[in-house]
């Protein structure tokens, strides 16, 4: 699995790769609460500065909170399903 930090791109893997969104919702009940929320809202469609202004903080931390919920996402996707 690899999801990238472009929402267009990370929903066309998802779509490609990961082939349904059932994967990804149990992939998600391994996240903490802020996590899912980020994933959630990236395949919803919302941009960085929707996500920031959503989440009352700058462009910047979203961009970090983004890049940590990817991250932690296809960590849990490699440790379950890429052994």
Same mark, same amino acid.
């Given at each position: /699995? !690899?999801?990238? @930090?472009?929402?267009? !791109?990370?929903?066309?893997?998802?779509?490609?790769? !990961?082939? *349904?969104?059932? /994967?990804? @919702?149990?992939?998600?009940?391994?996240? @903490? %609460? $802020?996590?899912?929320?980020? !994933?959630?809202?990236?395949? +919803?469609?919302?941009?960085? *500065? @929707?996500?920031?202004?959503? %989440?009352? #903080?700058? +462009? $910047?931390?979203?961009?970090?909170? $983004?890049?940590?919920? #990817? +991250?932690?996402?296809?960590?849990? %996707?490699?440790?379950? %399903?890429? $052994?």
């Amino acid at each position: /699995l !690899v999801l990238t @930090d472009d929402t267009e !791109v990370f929903e066309k893997n998802i779509n490609i790769e !990961v082939c *349904n969104r059932e /994967l990804i @919702d149990e992939l998600k009940t391994n996240l @903490d %609460y $802020k996590n899912r929320m980020v !994933v959630e809202n990236i395949l +919803q469609g919302f941009t960085i *500065n @929707d996500m920031a202004t959503m %989440y009352g #903080i700058e +462009q $910047k931390a979203m961009e970090k909170r $983004k890049y940590r919920a #990817i +991250q932690k996402l296809t960590e849990k %996707y490699n440790e379950l %399903y890429k $052994k």
